[in-house]
T-cell receptor, first 112, second 111 residues
Framework: DSGVTQTPKHLITATGQRVTLRCSPR?????VYWYQQSLDQGLQFLIQ???????AKGNILERFSAQQFPDLHSELNLSSLELGDSALYFC???????????FGPGTRLLVL | QKEVEQDPGPLSVPEGAIVSLNCTYS??????FMWYRQYSRKGPELLMY????GNKEDGRFTAQVDKSSKYISLFIRDSQPSDSATYLC???????????FGGGTRVLVKP
């Protein structure tokens, strides 16, 4: 158990819908990262927050957004969902910007 | 060309054999090198972390970094069926501010 929690574990929804994925980092970690893992794309970095502020962006679509709250938990919002958004979404956390990242168990999203 | 290249496998070995995994990279700015293990699409688990050239050992695992050749390796000694998983290399540089993963190598250790 890495100490990073993610909810929900599974999510099934329809195209065009919007969902919110939640992540709680390890105690003491200030940095939160979001990743998408699909069968054909591997693990892709989406976005990073550090102590409430966005610090880095990867291959995140405009339909996706995220935020980190004062209690350091983070939410990833996915809107106008498409079939191709079906994937595993992982959250990771680290103490600061250069420390190693610890991953949560992931949220499996299925868009029908 | 991808920044980090990793053979997808699968790599099948008998129990007790040495598993040898490697990644090559193109960005000479990478400073930190990690290996993660991922079971059945669960969250990746950090195995090894190093920031210098040379070898680092932890139990049955040895990580090797050759910055001059832009090449890193992970060796698993006395492999067990429980080592069957996908192994991902990952690299980080402070100015780039993101972790870049290889595509992962699927390993199967047969009893």
């Amino acid at each position: 158990d890495s100490g990073v929690t993610q909810t929900p574990k599974h999510l099934i929804t329809a195209t065009g819908q919007r969902v919110t994925l939640r992540c709680s980092p390890r105690s003491g970690d200030l940095s939160v990262y979001w990743y998408q893992q699909s069968l054909d794309q591997g693990l892709q970095f989406l976005i990073q927050y550090y102590n409430g502020e966005e610090r880095a962006k990867g291959n995140i679509l405009e339909r996706f957004s995220a935020q980190q709250f004062p209690d350091l938990h983070s939410e990833l919002n996915l809107s106008s969902l498409e079939l191709g958004d079906s994937a595993l979404y992982f959250c990771a956390s680290s103490v600061d910007l250069t420390e190693t990242q610890y991953f949560g168990p992931g949220t499996r999203l299925l868009v029908l | 060309q991808k920044e980090v290249e990793q053979d997808p496998g699968p790599l099948s070995v008998p129990e007790g054999a040495i598993v040898s995994l490697n990644c090559t990279y193109s960005n000479s700015a990478f400073q930190y090198f990690m290996w993660y293990r991922q079971y059945s699409r669960k969250g990746p688990e950090l195995l090894m972390y190093t920031y210098s050239s040379g070898n680092k050992e932890d139990g049955r695992f040895t990580a090797q970094v050759d910055k001059s050749s832009k090449y890193i390796s992970l060796f698993i000694r006395d492999s067990q069926p429980s080592d069957s998983a996908t192994y991902l290399c990952a690299m980080f540089w402070a100015a780039g501010n993101k972790l870049t993963f290889g595509g992962g190598t699927r390993v199967l250790v047969k009893p």
